[in-house]
């Protein structure tokens, strides 16, 4: 009996084992490395599927189809643009889709949450720590500006704030992630706070903040008042945000109380901007440049976009990281990315596909088992979060920025089947 237990044990060290792998390249590697790696993982599972008698789950399908749907739209009009720009949006497109598979496969190897939940801590503890010393090298940094550190030792890891969730899903949950090493989790906990403060994002704290919201019972889809309420909140945030005059900029930098008042702002489409409102309103102003792009499209192109590799002209050239762009191939605001390239069919795709997880993390948590509700509510509170991060840092399509997102959420399908497969198993005997 020991053996075969040191044996499921040895067998179960190798997905926990790429589950860490992945999400620390996801955050610490250029993500076309992290791409690569993934299509090699991936292509074992898929070969022994194709040439046995199991069914790929249909899960997977679920989770993947809409996205090749989206590129499978985007390429009915994609002549005429550059082949390298039509390669990158189709990689933009369907790395999510690979994301969330490599997740769900790797999760139906591991099967345990608490094993999940302790390797996912452990590796964003080690992304947290490699963020820090990279701020402790830097020491004359900390006199300095949250834009002027971010620059100096980039903008964080999502995998940070993530594990502050998944420790308040833990602790909700009972769960004991680290009996004999109690010190070791409170260590964690210490060190992904402080590196979360420190990434000074304002995507990071307000996508933790919805999590968090959704794993506490706060917002969820049962109670209309509380919903009602946290819309009624948003909108009003957003309004008065919108409405309060620009912050003053000293040179080309914000702080971050700044940046935070400044976060609406950003958000304003105008008819006509200066270079200081352009600065001050860049993602209204790429918005409504894209609204441009778009309003000149046939009808044809309203329906299913201009096609993956087209771009937006911004009408002037800006220095976007290294270089000098006039057209450029993504935007901040993923939504107006796809309305562009895909069309209202490939929007309406996209939100279904929201819509099916979100939908989902609220079926799950309205159930009696206790691991299932709260996966429901973590489910959920990821899902709302994409939702926000798509107007902001192009949600899905940010080609590194929330991979671990998608790769846990992955990983939270594939558990919703383990324990649905636990439950029948129980019944039957």
């Not at 006039?326 to 993923?334: D, E, K, T, V, W």
């Amino acid at each position: 009996m020991q053996q075969i237990a040191a044996r499921k044990e040895s067998q179960l060290r190798w997905p926990a084992f790429l589950f860490g792998l992945f999400v620390f390249l996801a955050a610490a590697l250029p993500s076309p490395v992290e791409t690569v790696l993934a299509l090699a993982f991936l292509f074992f599972p898929v070969t022994v599927w194709a040439s046995s008698n199991q069914k790929i789950p249909t899960e997977i399908v679920r989770l993947a189809g809409p996205l090749f749907l989206i590129a499978l739209v985007g390429m009915l009009s994609f002549t005429g643009h550059k082949a390298y720009d039509v390669i990158k949006d189709v990689w933009y497109i369907l790395n999510p889709a690979l994301a969330l598979v490599t997740g769900y496969v790797l999760m139906l190897n591991l099967k345990e949450l608490d094993r999940l939940f302790r390797v996912f801590i452990i590796t964003a503890t080690l992304i947290a720590l490699f963020h820090l010393l990279r701020i402790a090298m830097h020491p004359e940094l900390l006199n300095k500006t949250a834009t002027d550190i971010r620059s100096g030792v980039g903008t964080g890891f999502f995998a940070t704030a993530l594990a502050l969730a998944l420790f308040l899903v833990a602790g909700k949950m009972k769960l004991r992630l680290f009996k004999q090493h109690t010190w070791f989790a409170y260590l964690a906990l210490c060190i992904c706070c402080v590196s979360t403060i420190m990434t000074f994002s304002r995507f990071m704290e307000a996508s933790l903040f919805i999590i968090c919201m959704c794993v506490m019972g706060w917002l969820n889809f049962d109670n209309r008042k509380r919903v009602l309420l946290f819309i009624t909140f948003a909108v009003t945030v957003i309004g008065v945000g919108m409405a309060l005059p620009p912050r003053q900029t000293v040179g080309s930098h914000l702080s971050l109380p700044d940046k935070v008042l400044n976060s609406f702002q950003e958000l304003k489409i105008k008819e006509s901007y200066n270079m200081q409102e352009i600065n001050t309103y860049w993602r209204g102003f790429e918005t409504s440049r894209a609204l441009i792009t778009y309003e000149r499209g046939t009808f044809p192109e309203y329906m299913v976009g201009q096609g993956l590799g087209s771009t937006i002209d911004l009408g002037l050239y800006m220095k976007l990281g290294d270089e000098q762009i006039r057209f450029a191939p993504i935007l901040h605001n993923g939504y107006m990315y796809l309305l562009v390239k895909t069309g209202i069919v490939g929007v309406f795709i996209y939100l279904f596909l929201l819509f099916r997880m979100g939908r989902t993390g609220v079926l799950l948590s309205r159930s009696e088992q206790t691991d299932r509700k709260y996966i429901g509510r973590l489910i959920l509170g990821l899902t709302l979060a994409i939702v926000a991060s798509t107007f902001v840092v192009s949600g899905m399509f940010n080609k590194s920025a929330i991979l671990s997102a998608l790769l846990l959420t992955g990983a939270l399908f594939a558990y919703e089947r383990v324990s649905e497969q636990k439950i029948l198993k129980q019944d039957g005997e």
